[in-house]
C-alpha cells in the first residue's frame, strides 16, 4: 500500500491564483481530512469528510474548499491565494468516521504565496 | 484554537536518559494521541489512550492521562539519537469522531 499521497510536493503562487492539492489514499479509510501547520502553530484542521459525498469544515476553512466524490480522493482547492495561506498542507485518513482512530498523514505540501 | 499546549516547548537530552513531555488540554475528550513529526515529513501516529484509560504502554513509549487534571504525558525511555523529532499531543471530541486538535508540540533533540 502507498497509505496516504499528496501532489505536488512544492508549489509556489502568485495572490490571485487558484490550485488544487491532491490526496489520494489506498487504504479504503472513510474519514480524510486537510490540515495546515504553520511555526509554533501546531496543525490546524481545514476541512474534513467522513465518506464519500460527506464534507465539514473546519477551524480554519475560509479560502478552501473540498469536496469528495469517491472514498480515495480528497482534494483541497484554494479559490484565490493569499500570502496567508503560505503553509504546509497535509492530508491524513482514518479507518473511520465515528471511532475516534489513529490518522495516517501524507509527507505534505509545502505552499508559499508571493 | 489550539486545545493543547505541550510542555516544553524545546527539550534537549543524551542518548540512553530518558525524554518526558507534557500536553494540557481544555475541554472533556474521547481520547488523547501522540504524533511524531521528523523535520521536514508528515506526522507518523505513536500511541492513543481513551479517556477511560490511565495509562498505556507501546514499547519505550509510556503515556498517562489524567482526565481530571486535562493532561497527559509522553516518556520516552533509553533515548535514542533517532528519536529526535517533534512530538505532538492530539486531542479527540467527547462525542467521538476523528476531529483531532493538536497542541503546538515539543522539539526533542537527542544528543549522542
Known amino acids: 500500500n502507498a497509505g496516504v499521497t499528496q501532489t505536488p510536493k512544492f508549489q509556489v503562487l502568485k495572490t490571485g491564483q487558484s490550485m488544487t492539492l491532491q490526496c489520494a489514499q489506498d487504504?479504503?479509510?472513510?474519514?480524510m481530512s486537510w490540515y495546515r501547520q504553520d511555526p509554533g502553530m501546531g496543525l490546524r484542521l481545514i476541512h474534513y469528510s467522513v465518506g464519500a459525498g460527506i464534507t465539514d469544515q473546519g477551524e480554519v476553512p475560509n479560502g478552501y474548499n473540498v469536496s469528495r466524490s469517491t472514498t480515495e480522493d480528497f482534494p483541497l482547492r484554494l479559490l484565490s491565494a493569499a500570502p496567508s495561506q503560505t503553509s504546509v498542507y497535509f492530508c491524513?485518513?482514518?479507518?473511520?468516521?465515528?471511532?475516534?482512530?489513529?490518522?495516517?498523514f501524507g509527507p505534505g505540501t509545502r505552499l508559499t504565496v508571493t | 484554537s489550539q486545545q493543547g499546549e505541550e510542555d516544553p516547548q524545546a527539550l534537549s537530552i543524551q542518548e540512553g536518559e530518558n525524554a518526558t513531555m507534557n500536553c494540557s488540554y481544555k475541554?472533556?475528550?474521547?481520547?488523547l494521541q501522540w504524533y511524531r513529526q521528523n523535520s521536514g515529513r508528515g506526522l507518523v501516529h505513536l500511541i492513543l489512550?481513551?479517556?477511560?484509560?490511565r495509562e498505556k504502554h507501546s514499547g519505550r513509549l509510556r503515556v498517562t492521562l489524567d482526565t481530571s487534571k486535562k493532561s497527559s504525558s509522553l516518556l520516552i525511555t533509553a533515548s535514542r539519537a533517532a528519536d529526535t523529532a517533534s512530538y505532538f499531543c492530539a486531542t479527540g471530541p467527547p462525542g467521538g469522531g476523528n476531529k483531532l486538535t493538536f497542541g503546538t508540540g515539543t522539539q526533542l533533540k537527542v544528543e549522542l
Open positions: 487504504m479504503n479509510h472513510e474519514y
Open positions: 475541554t472533556s475528550i474521547n481520547n
Open positions: 489512550i481513551r479517556s477511560n484509560e
Open positions: 491524513a485518513s482514518s479507518s473511520s468516521g465515528t471511532g475516534g482512530d489513529e490518522q495516517y
